[in-house]
């Protein structure tokens, strides 16, 4: 009985988190469309550098300790207001340290007119200290309802906000105002419907305990965000900003797709073995649904997406961006592997081994910064530069695999042999997508008779050689559908 409430939990919880990332998908897609149309590349590139050091705070703030939260079996209120007081402490030393550096970055940026707008950026360190709390209390429940009101909301005035700011001439403020807006908005409205608020208490004893856990998790957390934010750090300043900008918009858009639906299963995954930490076959079955329907829906759409690049940025963005296309290409291919990290990782977050999790993030990273350092400082070329990140990719999906053989026993050949049916099935269906293209048809129509085209292809297959996942997700679906009309 317990394990089908599990299950059922965990069903209804997936498909709320996968409305919020849709919703915020959507959303966040219409704002950049208009943005990118209204604004220049290099102030793209200008956020994208000040954001590095926004999302290097926000790493440092929640310090891997709202992670604990969630995987912890004994967690209180008195918990979630400690981890709140030290969280806070660290955005409130980390906003004065980043508002006394904003000259000298936008200084080595050669970037004067950023200074005001960092130091006003910034700020969202302070109101995601707070937030961090919410959505951990809101992950640890599987009360994921509340976490898609709060970003839907949030992205739909966030995103007003900014068009009507860039409309305006606001330039950069416009991409600022439109990031701190949506921090703020979805605080707000996550604090109406959690019950929580800090109190003015501080557990010494349990600050130590969970930071036994999350220190960890601080330490992987800034490893991947310095390796992420080295590549826009390094390009922005051995290149233009505008280069930058084609870069970081080739690199948004995937990002986006996979976050989207790899995002939508790993966090609910995350809570489902935390509660099932016991029993390695029970983590294992969930383990191998979460790898299974996630490559199954994030590959093909990745495939789709590099085969029809070139119209979609045209017809998307506009003219000016088509610069971005081979970016875009290659990181598709990147973000095609992003289940098969994410499912391996959380797993280990779930069976309590962030031990495991930071040594795997200590071989990748000095793995990724050597490759990165060769591509910009001996090849200096900005295409190996992201085609890198695909080598690496490709290589990090043994190391991460490579531990969940004892966790879980769960080994690297039987996830390959997992995910080998969308891999192939995806390939099948693109090569007969990209058939269309030879008849000269305009832009809009080309994209929508190749995703067409791809998806009966794709469905066609998988219902054709009865793939598991896609039967999976058929049945699923029919049963939610079923109980809503009961």
Same mark, same amino acid.
């Given at each position: ?42 102030? *793209? ?19 891997? /300790? ?21 969280? *806070? ?81 606001? $330039? ?40 036994? *856990? ?135 977050? $779930? ?8 040594? /795997? ?12 350092? *060769? ?17 690496? $990719? ?18 690297? /050949? ?45 469905? $066609?297959?998988?219902? /054709? ?22």
């Amino acid at each position: 009985m317990a394990s089908q409430n599990l299950k059922a939990s965990t069903i209804s919880s997936l498909f709320w988190k996968l409305f919020e990332q849709g919703g915020t998908a959507v959303v966040t897609l219409l704002v950049q469309v208009v943005m990118a149309r209204l604004l220049a590349p290099d102030e *793209f590139g200008m956020l994208a550098i000040m954001l590095v050091f926004v999302n290097i705070g926000n790493v440092i703030v929640q310090s891997g /300790l709202n992670t604990a939260i969630i995987q912890v079996p004994d967690a209180t209120e008195r918990d979630y207001s400690t981890v709140f007081w030290m969280s *806070f402490a660290l955005s409130v030393a980390l906003y004065v340290a980043l508002f006394f550096a904003a000259p000298f970055i936008a200084d080595f940026y050669h970037m004067p007119q950023a200074i005001l707008p960092l130091r006003v950026l910034v700020l969202v360190l302070l109101i995601n200290a707070y937030n961090a709390i919410q959505e951990a209390i809101v992950a640890r429940n599987l009360e994921f309802q509340k976490t898609f009101r709060a970003t839907v909301t949030a992205g739909v005035v966030s995103g007003t906000a900014g068009i009507v700011c860039a409309l305006l001439g606001g $330039g950069i403020w416009a991409l600022v105002l439109q990031q701190l807006a949506q921090q703020a908005c979805k605080c707000a409205v996550l604090a109406l419907q959690i019950p929580w608020k800090p109190q003015l208490v501080f557990d010494g004893e349990r600050a130590v305990k969970l930071f036994r *856990f999350g220190w960890k998790l601080l330490a992987s957390g800034l490893l991947e965000q310095a390796y992420q934010s080295m590549s826009d750090l390094l390009i922005g300043r051995v290149f233009t900003t505008a280069d930058l900008g084609y870069v970081s918009q080739g690199k948004k858009y995937p990002n986006a797709v996979g976050t989207l639906l790899d995002g939508a299963i790993q966090p609910v995954m995350l809570s489902a073995v935390a509660r099932v930490q016991e029993s390695r076959e029970q983590a294992k079955r969930l383990a191998r649904r979460a790898l299974k329907t996630s490559t199954f829906l994030v590959v093909p759409c990745m495939v789709l997406f590099a085969a029809a690049a070139e119209p979609i940025v045209r017809v998307v963005l506009g003219e000016a961006w088509v610069p971005s296309v081979p970016f875009l290409q290659m990181y598709c291919i990147v973000y095609a592997l992003l289940p098969i990290h994410t499912t391996n990782l959380q797993v280990l977050n $779930g069976m309590g081994r962030s031990d495991l999790f930071l040594k /795997l993030e200590v071989i990748k990273k000095a793995l990724g910064i050597m490759t990165l350092l *060769f591509t910009v400082f001996v090849l200096r070329n900005l295409y190996a530069i992201v085609a890198g990140y695909i080598v690496t $990719g490709v290589i990090a999906t043994f190391i991460n695999a490579s531990p969940n053989k004892r966790v879980i026993g769960y080994d690297y /050949l039987e996830q390959v042999r997992d995910i080998c049916p969308a891999f192939a099935l995806s390939a099948i269906a693109a090569a007969l997508s990209l058939v269309p293209a030879l008849f000269g048809l305009s832009d809009v129509a080309l994209i929508l008779i190749q995703t067409l085209v791809m998806f009966a292809a794709y469905c $066609g297959l998988a219902a /054709l050689f009865r793939v598991e996942e896609f039967g999976y997700l058929v049945n699923t679906v029919r049963g939610m559908l079923s109980a809503r009309r009961s």
